[in-house]
C-alpha cells in the first residue's frame, strides 16, 4: 500500500506518511506534525521571520500549498545547539492534511483509493467560511512596526507564545 499526505483543501500531494518525525507539536493550539521534509516545488514561502517560542528563538518560514492554504513552517535558523535537529525540519498542522492510500489488490484490476482527514476525535467542526486558522497573523497595523503582538505557537508538545516584532 502506498500513502501520501495530501493538502486538506486542494489534495495536492505534498510529502509522504515516512516523513512524519513527531506527532506532539501544535501549531496555533491545535495539533501539528513534524516532518522530515515536504515536497514544496511551486509551493509560495514567506520571507524569514524571527520567532521567540519557550524552546528558544528560531528563524522561520511559513509555507503554503499552491492553492493558497496555509500549511505551517519551516525552521530556518535555529540558535540553540540543542534544538539544532529542527534544522529544516517544518511543522504542519494536521488539519491542514489528509493521508491518500492506494491499495492494489490481485484480483482487482484498478487500485482502492481511500483518502483520511488527519484530525483526532477531539477536534473542533472547522467552518468553512472560517479564516485559515493556521496563516501568519496579519499586523493589525502594517505601516507600524510598534506594539508587540502574540501568537500562541507550540512545539514539543508545550505551549509557546511568541511576540512578533
Known sequence: MQSSLQCSSCSRPV????????????????????????????CPLSAVEKRFM???????????????????FIYQ?????????????VVIAQEALMI???QTSSTHSTPAISTTPVVTACDPPVSPKAENPIAPPKSPNPESAEGDEFVMVEDDADDDIIALD
Open 15 to 42: 510529502g509522504s506518511p515516512a516523513s512524519i518525525i513527531d506527532d506532539s507539536y501544535f501549531l496555533r493550539g491545535k495539533p501539528a506534525f513534524l516532518l522530515q521534509h515536504l515536497d514544496l516545488e511551486g
Open 54 to 72: 519557550r524552546s528558544g528563538s528560531y528563524d522561520i518560514t511559513w509555507v503554503q500549498c499552491t492553492c493558497g492554504v496555509s500549511l505551517g
Open 77 to 89: 535558523r535555529v540558535y540553540s545547539d540543542s534544538f539544532s535537529y529542527k534544522l529544516g525540519k
Open 100 to 102: 491518500r492510500s492506494v
